[in-house]
């Protein structure tokens, strides 16, 4: 074997030469065909390439009993999108480099990067809201209600078992022009609430907090502009870390002083409803500052409507609230997931966030060739976790998932009637009826009933010789093993009737 792949080499190098030397095409050719043939001699069991049978790190395949949870899923939150009003839009899963450098602070250096195609620099969307605002800055769109299911991408460290993966789906439901202050923020609050309580996840807190307040507390806390987004980064990690490690993080990592950690700390360990928004409009540093006090003054009208819709039991007015995005201007909003409470724990904990979103009047603006501004406000659902969960729970509950939507099996009891399934299953497809056949002449009616039984399939349409005769088909319920004889002409309405949902 050393001898031949040794010769193989030494014929791979001549052709390399016989190009080097610009010999003649035809000459190279046959060299090149000689060079294909003792390859494949060599190409035995042994030679062969050993595949590495993986997907890249931080992505995964999904099984038909997963995407069969994972449809449900998707069907629940674009029913939602769709009873709030929203036209459906895609776009390219990559965009020019340039259309995303310098909008996500920090985590820029998660966005993937393309190689130059074609005299493009191109990358890899990073969410759907940037793609979004060069969508309506592009189209001259100043107004539109839209939602955008579809992948993402980030160079993240995965951790696939909390749904944190590098390509990943994300549900987003935007609403884009100029209306009167905080009416559509307080509708994507509420269709969080509605998705959330569909879903059944367990219990759930959506924090608040805005932009504004935020910048107005840094300001009166003596943070200097400069330092704005970077603190704001840190203060955002307070769902992961304690005080202590965010403060060192400042203080020790950014240099923020010490007395300006300190001022922070007792503003954002607060969190509360209408009572904290009107005491921090009486705050005497607080109510002095522009910004902030146009933030709290926002947030008591959000809060008006909330109360409106009947869901500020799960709202929750939270200063520690930052999300470390560049583009958020306004009311800004996260939901996470709570553990209940039990003897050990005096409050309930968060087991990670399952939405998020915002106001960004500022990123349509920044793609615009006179800089004219569309006021957009947005919420994205957090699918892979919820879908991880809903995951979990179905494997511990054992719970049997369909995969398929098939109604009716059509079987036969005797042989030589292949041709008879046929037609009936024709005629079924025609009227939009979901059915299957085996694809065996002579199946065993047995074993087109166990069939039935493995894959959920409801009802099974029997054909047999005195049935044909009769100009009827036995319709069997697979669950009671119930038979009924159906007229030929009337079979079609009957499985309609009999699988349609209660």
């Excluded at 014929?11 to 065909?33: F, S, Y």
């Excluded at 995005?325 to 409050?347: C, K, M, R």
């Amino acid at each position: 074997m050393a001898a031949e792949e040794a010769a193989v080499r030494a014929q791979a190098e001549a052709v390399r030469r016989l190009k080097q030397d610009k010999a003649d095409p035809d000459e190279i050719a046959k060299e090149v065909v000689k060079l294909l043939e003792m390859k494949a001699q060599l190409g035995g069991d042994e030679g062969k390439h050993k595949f590495v049978l993986k997907t890249p790190k931080g992505t995964r395949d999904y099984s038909p009993k997963q995407m069969a949870i994972r449809e449900r899923v998707f069907n629940a939150i674009i029913t939602c999108f769709k009873r709030h009003g929203a036209e459906v839009i895609d776009t390219p899963v990559f965009e020019l480099k340039e259309t995303l450098t310098g909008k996500y602070g920090e985590d820029s250096k998660l966005i993937y990067d393309l190689k130059d195609q074609g005299g493009e620099l191109l990358s890899l969307r990073y969410d759907l809201t940037v793609p979004f605002a060069r969508y309506l800055a592009m189209n001259k769109i100043t107004n539109i209600k839209r939602y955008h299911i579809a992948k993402v991408y980030r160079r993240d460290n995965p951790a696939m078992t909390r749904g944190r993966y590098r390509e990943f789906y994300q549900c987003d439901f935007d609403i884009a022009g100029q209306f009167d202050p905080m009416i559509p923020d307080a509708e994507c609050l509420k269709i969080v609430h509605e998705i959330l309580s569909d879903l059944q996840l367990g219990d759930f807190l959506i924090k608040v907090n805005d932009r504004r307040i935020l910048d107005g507390m840094f300001a009166v806390c003596g943070v200097p502009d400069s330092k704005f987004r970077t603190i704001c980064s840190s203060v955002d990690k307070l769902d992961k870390m304690p005080w202590e490690e965010v403060r060192s993080e400042m203080v020790g990592e950014k240099g923020l002083s010490p007395e300006a950690a300190d001022h922070i700390g007792e503003y954002v360990q607060l969190h509360g409803g209408l009572d904290l928004i009107e005491q921090l409009l009486q705050d005497p540093k607080l109510s002095q500052n522009k910004l902030a006090k146009e933030g709290l003054g926002d947030m008591k009208l959000l809060f008006e409507y909330l109360t409106l819709f009947g869901i500020t039991g799960k709202i929750s007015f939270d200063l520690s609230l930052a999300r470390g995005l560049d583009y958020y201007t306004g009311v800004i909003f996260e939901a996470v997931l709570l553990q209940p409470e039990n003897d050990h724990v005096e409050e309930p904990v968060s087991v990670g966030s399952v939405a998020g979103g915002g106001r960004y009047d500022g990123l349509v603006g920044m793609f615009d060739p006179k800089g004219r501004k569309v006021p957009c406000v947005g919420v994205s659902i957090g699918i892979e976790r919820i879908f991880s969960i809903l995951e979990q729970r179905v494997e511990a509950s054992e719970e049997k998932i369909r995969t398929t939507e098939t109604q009716v099996l059509v079987a036969s009891a005797q042989k030589k009637l292949l041709e008879e399934r046929l037609k009936l299953i024709s005629e079924l497809w025609n009227a939009g009826i979901k059915a299957e056949v085996l694809y065996k002449k002579n199946p065993k009616l047995l074993n087109q009933l166990q069939y039935c039984e493995d894959t959920g399939i409801p009802l099974v349409a029997i054909v047999g010789e005195q049935e044909l005769k009769d100009g009827v088909v036995k319709l069997r319920v697979v669950a009671t093993r119930e038979e009924v004889n159906v007229r030929r002409e009337s079979l079609v309405e009957e499985i309609r009737m009999r699988t349609s949902r209660p």
